[in-house]
């Protein structure tokens, strides 16, 4: 066997290990990992307020008759990405120091709950680091990476409807800075016209599934919904209403007292005013007039109340899901039943079905590797910036810049939640052993050109 055919089979079985690593948490579990969103992307259920796109990723798994596929395809894409950030932004080709940091990563984060979790949450993280590498690293990429990795970006923005706003705030970002500063040259303006183009594809299949699906060039034709909820919640809906109802007619009015103060609450259970009143598809019209209303008339309640849950959501990252049964739930045990019945015993038997999975140590022990990640993640900043690496240090600061505005983001349209910090958190720790890795290794190299420089 050729060098260059023992390298390959080499990087091969590394992804592999690398894979079933980060499918850990589905092993301990017994089974992928649930929610209940996750029977709405089982089939090719069109629904007006989530993305199909994550449904076609998912599809194939109806021909295995297992979402254990899912698991692995999610891993391997993780596991491919990693090693090609590892070796083009930190400059590591050791294939043990890439297994260590995936071992890191699988025990001190939540990574591994979110690879083996079935829905389109893993692809946040993924979506960052693709659009990336695209826009900070095109000429480290060989011709095929690029390829692999601008429709990479295009999945991954497609699969979650808060994907899309979020890459466009991160490339909105980049392009306010290459114009406020003098020398651009590191905000290649083709290589962002790159990225540019593929967040606007992912955009353009959304709306043209939902005009095959809706008759309607609308993004999301239900996502109205969970502004109304968010709006119900935080009391500039109710506040709006009271003063319209006696001149609208909305058939809102009728339950306007028992409106909750929980968005939840408001839009899934079966006897919420919401339900009554049409639900999602069915109060459309009125609903979305609601909304644009609300804005109009509370303007300022509203950008305070997103700033309020902006903040809230930042610190929540716990993986509190991981411990919830859904078993007498009949969202996704009725779909899990149907689509894959040689799956369902697994389902039923898990850890997590036997509310047997408790996360309640992990939690406080990934809060504490955060906490260690953030002064890491400081002290790398300035190693970084001393020695001119900018980028791993554009890395941080759009790893940073990415979780605020999936903050902004998430804590505005659906206000604070566990699940949206978690599918993010872990790039900080990936950030952190990554950086470590490379410093360790060039170590020498930094000490010569300090004394170079002349500085300590």
């Given at each position: 066997m050729s060098d260059r055919s023992w390298r390959k089979l080499k990087t091969l079985s590394t992804?592999?290990?690398?894979?079933?690593?980060?499918?850990?948490?589905?092993?301990?579990?017994?089974?992928?990992?649930?929610?209940?969103?996750?029977?709405?992307?089982?089939?090719?259920?069109?629904?007006?307020?989530?993305?199909?796109?994550?449904?076609?990723?998912?599809?194939?798994?109806?021909?295995?008759?297992?979402?254990w596929l899912i698991v692995f395809l999610q891993s391997l894409i993780v596991a491919?990405?990693?090693?090609?950030?590892?070796?083009?932004?930190?400059?590591?080709?050791?294939?043990?120091?890439?297994?260590?940091?995936?071992?890191?990563?699988c025990f001190l984060t939540s990574l591994p709950w979110i690879t083996g979790f079935i829905m389109p949450d893993i692809f946040t993280g993924i979506m960052i680091l693709s659009l990336y590498l695209l826009i900070f690293c095109r000429k480290n990429l060989e011709f095929p990476e690029r390829i692999y990795l601008f429709f990479l970006t295009v999945l991954s923005a497609s699969v979650h409807l808060s994907n899309i706003p979020l890459a466009a705030g991160m490339i909105g970002v980049i392009w306010f800075f290459r114009m406020m500063i003098k020398n651009n040259s590191r905000f290649p303006a083709s290589q962002l016209l790159g990225a540019s183009l593929a967040i606007l594809l992912a955009f353009t299949f959304i709306i043209v599934n939902n005009y095959r699906a809706y008759d309607t060039f609308d993004f999301s034709p239900g996502g109205y919904a969970f502004l109304l909820a968010r709006f119900v919640a935080d009391g500039e809906a109710v506040n709006y209403l009271k003063e319209s109802c006696p001149e609208k007619k909305y058939k809102l009015c009728a339950y306007i007292d028992q409106l909750?103060?929980?968005?939840?609450?408001?839009?899934?259970?079966?006897?919420s005013p919401f339900r009554k009143v049409g639900w999602i598809n069915g109060y459309r019209q009125e609903g979305k007039d609601i909304v644009?209303?609300?804005?109009?008339?509370?303007?300022?309640?509203?950008?305070?109340?997103?700033?309020?849950?902006?903040?809230?959501?930042?610190?929540?990252?716990?993986?509190?899901?991981?411990?919830?049964?859904?078993?007498?739930?009949?969202?996704?045990?009725?779909?899990?039943?149907?689509?894959?019945?040689?799956?369902?015993?697994?389902?039923?038997?898990?850890?997590?079905?036997?509310?047997?999975?408790?996360?309640?140590?992990?939690?406080?022990?990934?809060?504490?590797?955060?906490?260690l990640c953030l002064l890491i993640a400081s002290a790398m900043f300035f190693i970084f910036l001393k020695h001119e690496q900018y980028r791993p240090l554009l890395l941080l600061i759009s790893i940073v810049c990415a979780?605020?505005?999936?903050?902004?983001?998430?804590?505005?349209?659906?206000?604070?939640?566990?699940?949206?910090?978690?599918?993010?958190?872990?790039?900080?720790?990936?950030?952190?052993?990554?950086?470590l890795i490379h410093v360790i290794k060039f170590w020498k190299e930094y000490k010569l050109r300090a004394s170079q420089t002349g500085s300590i």
């Open positions: 992804l592999m290990i690398a894979s079933l690593f980060l499918s850990g948490a589905a092993f301990y579990n017994g089974y992928p990992l649930v929610y209940p969103d996750t029977g709405g992307y089982i089939g090719l259920q069109n629904l007006s307020f989530r993305s199909f796109f994550y449904n076609l990723f998912i599809y194939p798994s109806l021909w295995f008759h297992s979402l491919h990405l990693l090693r090609l950030v590892l070796r083009v932004i930190f400059r590591v080709t050791s294939f043990t120091a890439y297994i260590f940091m995936i071992v890191c990563l909750p103060a929980d968005s939840e609450k408001f839009l899934w259970p079966q006897d644009k209303n609300t804005i109009l008339s509370h303007p300022f309640s509203i950008i305070k109340g997103s700033l309020k849950n902006t903040i809230l959501q930042l610190p929540m990252i716990n993986n509190w899901y991981g411990i919830c049964s859904y078993i007498n739930e009949p969202n996704p045990t009725n779909s899990i039943r149907i689509y894959y019945p040689s799956d369902f015993h697994a389902y039923a038997t898990s850890r997590q079905s036997l509310s047997q999975l408790s996360l309640n140590t992990f939690n406080r022990l990934q809060r504490k590797i955060i906490y979780y605020v505005l999936s903050s902004f983001i998430t804590g505005t349209l659906s206000g604070p939640h566990n699940r949206y910090g978690s599918r993010l958190i872990w790039l900080l720790p990936f950030f952190c052993f990554a950086s």
